[in-house]
């Protein structure tokens, strides 16, 4: 399924909460739920907006202080982007895929790291980030270091879709 640049935005909140909140129940269903809508694939010509808190909104006893921007739809009246780059989805999908073995295994001090380092990833996507690798290796530099992974490679090698 096709995201608009807005969308990419709603992604950055998903990741700053999963960062802030690690140890809820109900993270493994919001990962999940974002997976869905990267792998997705394009039914017809329309696109969407505010998917990614449309779909969210279905998930039961969300923190309502935290995903309290779910529960309000945004009109877009400038800067509409429909976001088509395929290394966009792979990466996103790969690094939502950790999101979920992190979460699936209580393993909440990774979630929260990976959240951490990943929190920026949707953004650079967004506005087209002209040094992408260089800028995200900076950012992934402490969790590289704590678990001793090239996350950057990781998250490039792998087809998604």
Known sequence: MLLLNYDLYDLYAVLTALRAAPQKEYNVQIIQTVLRLLT???ADNTIEDNLVRRRLRAICNLDQELFRWVYTDNVYTYGVKIVKDEFCYSFLTNGFRMLLECAVHRDDQRLELLADA??????????????FKKTVKTQFARY??????????????????
């Open 40 to 42: 997705e694939p394009q």
């Open 118 to 131: 990943l929190h920026n990833v949707p953004i650079y996507f967004a506005e087209g980030c002209r040094n």
């Open 144 to 161: 590289d270091g704590i678990y001793k992974t090239n996350l950057l490679k990781d998250l490039s090698d792998h087809k998604a879709r």
